[in-house]
């Protein structure tokens, strides 16, 4: 059987508690998992500092054409999985066989890390507003004739990751080349991705001391998130909450992503169904990115209508047919109880589930002995309780909102896709802080552009500016 | 081993086994005769078989006779009167009462008057003098309050003729402070007990010997080495121990000082682990003071039935003593059966942690 090690300063170790990553269907074990102890954590934790200068040592450029060089190996090449190896086909299919997601799927996944961790420069460069790299090495530099020096807010970015979407990944993917060691905690049903990542970041020449991988408990990933000076966490409210209020760690909840149609656009909705279905159903739906709500002025009922005969449309497939779009649940239970939420919250309202009259058939499906969640579109009004919720699986409410309310009533929004020329509306919608990122046109709110900063700015987040001046050394000449 | 030392290990074996066994037999007989006698037993048990259509004393003449009682229901020690566990045959000894934990709602109590005493004069009898020197003062860094641990260990410690420092953490607040979201507050906690630890150690060179919960040990790793600071031997336990942080700390914590992880609670005593062996790879196995204790390893659905060596099962516990009989008592721990060895010829236990059904409700922290 597979056995994937804990990477302590990158080095295997085989640990005595051990968890099982099962296959989605059939439950049978896929690999066995070794699970950190807490205290295992914390110690390896106090040498974050001869970790962090391991990686301080290479100069910037150097780290991001190893970021390159990892990018192929992630993609093409057989990395080693504890004591076997792994190829790039078999990365996808033990991916798909723990978390569902269809083999296409995992692929687009793969290419976005690859596209990051590839174009590295590019997407620092984002970060940074083209900040020489040298900066990073030297502490300090010069930027258009202005002194600036910036300093590490930490030794070591430790990230407590989730399962449902290897996606994800690309986001940490660049604290290596910004000159941060990690401390990984991977989600219970994907192991497969950060272990990859590192062993492409090795491969590439980076130094193993760099690397934590701490497969754990809950308890572990608190430990990692206490420990570490800077720390990102995903996953529900739940497990979000009780950081929310830690400026050290960034917060990767619900998104409630959505798209707004402006008054000026809203009668030529058709052009624009390709951009909302992608945003609903990409992915399955699992992404924080994903939306959740289509918020328009009128016309909410004739989009949902064909909205949803667009999305009663896809049905289960197998996890190899390139045409799959949405992944079952690993969890059948966690399927029921998402659906039988939002029967709740249907019940004796007047909202409609305009699906489930496309289909003829209820959202819960069973195909090939596992549980699914069809895409469900809803029509409801803004004040209803599925109006502004995020589900795992592609889910989306139509709503009729007023311009004018916009976009105090959409609350917290990660990605907003502005559909509209009206200049007042983007001005609101541009110095509002709700909106995380904003597109402007009929982008699909999954489009990620990495050279921009995404739930917040990873350098801005390890990295601060400090006040700096240097006396010119007049003696040297 | 050759296949003839093989044979005589099984036949030796066996003859001990069945010795221990015919000595729990009849200890058995005696805690019953005891404990159902109007001149000595307690209130409890008095009414308890008042209440039957057969005599304990009559009925019960071996330990597996003690499933007629059933399972022994945890809501009975929750609450008072707690004067209804005091034996007849002891109304005028003074009388100590000791809680459970309390993570789970109303703590258990148990009366006691010289049980703890004894237990630990047994398990002193297990622990090495090279680790455990007699003489040496001791170290208890813990849970005090209403626990028989601080008296037990503070005896143990004097009964091998040292003095015992004493450093208290409360585990209720602990948890509280955990389920209230203030982890922050919890850690600063943790460091205050664990700063007065370290300057009791600095502060007295005699202290060679340390008892500790898992957690405070690691905390006190962090911050010194315990070896440097003259510690010798470690006794740990309280809260659930793994294979793997058995091997953390034997590998990493300790620089050689030698470990004895325990599995104990204020219902049945204090349970001895085997000695470390390469085979047994970092597992904890534990055997129960027998005749005092037994534990068993049953099938969580038929609790009836002991489960096979090597099988994973639901502990079970009997405590057998004068001072407090508990027959067959479902704990919230699992653990896999181990087969008896030289040093304990009856049942142990491999690996206890929580029982997997309950393990959500409750929280630990670090007692």
């Known amino acids: 059987m597979i056995h994937i090690p804990l990477l302590r300063r990158g080095k295997p170790y085989r640990s005595l508690d051990t968890a099982r990553a099962k296959h989605y269907r059939t439950g049978e074990v896929v690999a066995e998992v070794s699970q950190a102890n807490s205290g295992l954590i914390r110690r390896d934790l106090m040498g974050q500092a001869s970790a962090r200068a391991a990686l301080a040592r290479i100069p910037a450029r150097e780290l991001m054409a190893i970021s390159r060089r990892a990018a192929r190996h992630f993609m093409e090449d057989e990395l080693p999985l504890g004591e076997t190896t792994q190829t790039p086909q078999q990365y996808v299919e033990q991916l798909s066989a723990t978390t569902g997601l269809p083999y296409a799927m995992a692929r687009r996944n793969m290419e976005k890390i690859r596209t990051v961790l590839d174009k590295v420069d590019e997407v620092i460069g984002g970060l940074t507003r083209h900040l020489d790299p040298r900066v990073l090495d030297e502490g300090f530099g010069e930027e258009g004739g202005t002194a600036m020096s910036y300093y590490p807010c930490a030794d070591t970015l430790g990230v407590v990751l989730p399962s449902n979407s290897p996606g994800v990944h690309a986001l940490w993917a660049p604290a290596t080349a910004l000159k941060m060691p990690l401390a990984l905690k991977p989600g219970s049903a994907e192991p497969w991705t950060p272990y990859r990542m590192i062993q492409a970041f090795l491969k590439a020449g980076a130094p193993e001391e760099a690397f934590g991988y701490y497969p754990a408990d809950h308890a572990g990933g608190t430990e990692i998130l206490r420990q570490c000076g800077r720390g990102m966490v995903f996953g529900d409210t739940a497990t979000t909450k009780p950081w929310a209020g830690d400026r050290r760690v960034e917060v990767h909840g619900p998104g409630y992503s959505k798209i707004v149609i402006g008054e000026d656009a809203i009668d030529r909705w058709e052009e624009y169904l390709d951009a909302m279905a992608a945003s609903v159903v990409e992915n399955s739906g699992r992404s924080c990115v994903n939306a959740s709500g289509i918020w328009v002025p009128r016309r909410a009922e004739e989009i949902a209508e064909a909205l949803a005969e667009r999305l009663a449309r896809v049905m289960p497939r197998d996890a190899a047919d390139e045409e799959a779009q949405i992944a079952p649940f690993a969890n059948r239970d966690v399927a029921e109880r998402i659906s039988a939420m939002i029967d709740q919250d249907l019940a004796g309202t007047a909202a409609r589930e305009v699906t489930a009259e496309r289909r003829g058939s209820g959202r819960l499906a069973d195909w090939q002995g596992s549980r699914y969640l069809l895409p469900t579109v809803v029509l409801c009004d803004r004040e209803h309780a599925l109006a502004n919720r995020e589900f795992l699986f592609p889910f989306a409410s139509v709503v009729e909102v007023p311009e004018s309310a916009l976009p105090e009533a959409l609350g917290h929004t990660l990605v907003l896709t502005a559909i509209t020329e009206n200049q007042e509306l983007l001005r609101r919608l541009l110095a509002s802080p709700l909106v995380g990122r904003l597109n402007i046109g009929a982008i699909p709110t999954v489009r990620i552009a990495w050279d921009q900063p995404h739930e917040g700015n990873l350098f801005e987040h390890l990295y601060a500016r400090r006040a700096f001046q240097r006396k010119e050394d007049r003696t040297a000449a | ?367």
Request: charged share 30%; proline share 8%; net charge neutral.
């Open chain 2, 1 to 367: 081993m050759s296949f003839r030392r093989r044979v005589q290990y099984f036949y030796v074996m066996k003859e001990r086994v069945g010795e221990a066994r015919r000595a729990l037999d009849a200890w058995v007989r005696e805690v019953v005769a005891w404990h159902f006698d109007p001149a000595t037993g307690c209130p409890f048990w008095l009414d308890y078989a008042a209440r039957l259509d057969w005599d304990p004393r009559k009925e019960i003449r071996a330990y597996d006779d003690l499933g007629m009682f059933g399972n022994f229901q945890d809501e009975w020690l929750r609450g008072g009167p707690v004067r209804r566990w005091v034996p007849k045959g002891y109304a005028e000894r003074p009388v100590y009462v000791f809680e459970t934990g309390g993570t789970t709602g109303v703590p258990k109590s148990r009366i006691n008057i010289d049980d703890f005493r004894i237990d630990y004069e047994i398990f002193s009898e297990r622990l090495p003098e090279e680790h455990f020197p007699k003489g040496a003062d001791w170290l208890m860094v813990g849970p005090t309050g209403p626990r028989r641990l601080r008296l037990a260990v503070e005896h143990l410690a004097q009964h091998r003729g040292g003095i015992c420092f004493l450093v208290d953490l409360d585990p209720r607040w602990f948890i509280k402070l955990l389920k209230m979201g203030e982890r922050e507050m919890a850690e600063r906690y943790k460091w205050h007990v664990i700063d007065q630890a370290l300057t009791l150690m600095r502060a007295h060179d005699g202290i060679q010997c340390l008892f500790t919960t898992p957690r405070l040990l690691e905390a006190l790793c962090e911050k010194v080495s315990l070896k440097k600071m003259g510690i010798k031997g470690i006794f740990c336990g309280g809260t659930e121990m793994t294979p793997q942080f058995h091997r953390f700390a034997v590998e990493e914590l300790l620089d050689g000082v030698y470990f004895a992880p325990t599995y104990g609670n204020t219902l049945m005593g204090l349970a001895t682990h085997k000695p470390p062996a390469p085979e047994d790879n970092y597992a904890i196995i534990y055997y129960p003071p027998a005749p005092r204790a037994m534990i068993e390893v049953v099938d969580p659905e038929r609790p009836e039935r002991v489960v096979e060596y090597g099988e994973t099962g639901r502990v079970r516990l009997t405590t057998l003593t004068k001072e407090f009989f508990m027959p067959r008592f479902l704990e919230r721990d699992e653990a896999e059966r181990e087969v008896p060895c030289e040093a304990y010829p009856w049942d142990g236990v491999r690996n206890v942690r929580p029982f997997a059904p309950l393990q959500t409700k409750v929280v630990e922290g670090v007692y």
